[in-house]
């Protein structure tokens, strides 16, 4: 278990981000390596580092994970960011998975959205708008208005948690009126913004990546050729 | 824990068939009500089944659970079928998504505009020959062993086997290079649980085509 963890990716939010703030919220050190051209990728891939030729890679304890999910199923399972206990952990695990699988979703659209046309983003963004509040975040202000306590799943802090108020940050990117509704969600956002590993991530300086820009998306055109 | 779990989805393969694959590998009797109108979903979002509004979902142990994953996750938790540790669990996701993004490919085949179906189609066959077959073919060699994890069968190799036969439904000459996975097939396929599922008048869909898939995206309003 030498090392910190090395991720390999382009420098910017993609499907890496969530892994950064796993990471960070656990509070485990990082080194990153970013790709900068085509030819970086070529290497990585030439080298037999990427199963399916294909980043996120991360290499933690012995081994090059890639697939962003495998990649974050390991790190909340090593750093206990799956609820309570290990009799409960079948049920709340299984919970959470579901829960995070929907964050995924509206987190891919967001992610996706700078690579639309511009003729398309107007319609794209308005589809992001409409899906946040009317499916995603009444999904889950109901789970916390369900149970009343303050984390998702299990009275305890949860990758659920982590992913959550990653997604909150994002969408109040696009527009901050979209939590305006959902007080429970502003108010575990302020929580877990509170958990000393978080709020030093949401520092200035951190390895937190900034939001996407146009240029951010041609540098990554070059490079993964799409 | 009382009862069969109970799959909401329409009469199809999509995204339910690996869920379906994996209880009847695991020995497990399932039940299936099928959506066959927009009414339907309707009544099942209205009803608040549906967290995200969306199917699949299987109602089991006292959950209504959504999400794809989450449901298989959960079935190969409970039998067994996901590694004995978080190493081999690591492996596992790792190898699941690759055929997750393998198997969207497929899934979505029929959901282009006829006009890109050709070009999927090539597509979806250069990145089986050049990727995916590739890359499981190179697991089994690096260890010789009958299953892809931890010399033991887990999900990985259920879900593997399960494209590889989409795959030759598709185009039979694709696995020709690839001993190794065809060996992994004739394995699995023989396994009795795998077998039963395999024979007619099982619960597996038949492969979808132009004409299921435009029943099914009226179910969706799509």
Aim: aromatic share 8%.
């Amino acid at each position: 278990m030498a090392g910190k963890p090395k991720l390999h990716y382009f420098k910017g939010r993609g499907r890496m981000e969530s892994i950064r703030w796993l990471l960070a919220a656990a509070g485990v050190e990082f080194e990153e390596e970013f790709i900068k051209s085509p030819d970086d990728l070529e290497k990585l891939r030439n080298d037999g580092n990427l199963m399916f030729q294909q980043v996120p890679m991360v290499e933690i304890d012995g081994m090059k994970l890639v697939q962003m999910r495998a990649i974050l199923n390991y790190i909340a399972s090593k750093h206990n960011l799956y609820g309570k206990d290990i009799k409960e952990r079948a049920l709340t695990q299984n919970i959470i998975f579901m829960y995070v699988e929907g964050m995924v979703d509206l987190n891919e659209m967001i992610m996706r959205l700078p690579i639309h046309p511009p003729e398309e983003q107007g319609a794209q963004l308005a589809l992001i708008k409409e899906k946040t509040t009317n499916r995603y975040f009444p999904a889950f202000e109901k789970v916390l208005k369900s149970h009343g306590q303050d984390y998702m799943v299990g009275n305890k802090l949860s990758r659920a948690d982590i992913q959550l108020v990653e997604l909150i940050y994002s969408v109040e990117e696009l527009d901050p009126s979209l939590t305006a509704n959902f007080p429970l969600l502003k108010a575990l956002k302020t929580r877990i913004s509170n958990v000393p590993t978080v709020k030093k991530f949401l520092q200035p300086g951190s390895q937190r990546k900034p939001p996407v820009t146009a240029k951010d998306v041609e540098e990554a055109r070059k490079i993964f050729k799409f | 824990m009382a009862g069969k779990p109970k799959l909401h989805y329409y009469d199809g393969r999509g995204r339910m068939e690996s869920i379906r694959w994996l209880l009847a590998a695991a020995g497990v009797e399932f039940e299936e009500i099928f959506l066959q109108s927009p009414e339907d979903l309707d009544k099942l979002r209205n009803d608040g089944s549906l967290m995200f509004q969306q199917v699949p979902m299987v109602e089991i142990d006292g959950m209504k659970l959504v999400q794809t994953r989450a449901i298989l996750n959960y079935i190969a938790s409970k039998h067994n079928l996901y590694g004995k540790d978080i190493k081999e669990r690591a492996l596992i996701d790792m190898y699941v998504e690759g055929m997750a993004d393998w198997n969207e490919m497929f899934i979505m085949l029929f959901v282009h505009p006829r006009e890109e179906q050709d070009a999927q189609l090539a597509l979806l066959k250069q990145k089986t020959t050049d990727r995916y077959l590739p890359a499981f073919e190179k697991v089994l060699k690096s260890h010789g062993q009958d299953y892809l994890v931890g010399n033991r069968l887990s999900r990985a190799d259920i879900q593997l086997v399960e494209l590889i036969y989409n795959l030759e439904e598709f185009d039979p000459s694709l696995t020709a290079n690839f001993p190794l996975l065809k060996a992994l097939k004739t394995r699995i396929s023989n396994l009795p649980t795998v077998k039963k599922f395999l024979q007619p008048g099982s619960q597996r869909k038949p492969p979808e085509d132009m004409k299921s898939m435009e029943k099914t995206l009226k179910i969706f309003r799509m």
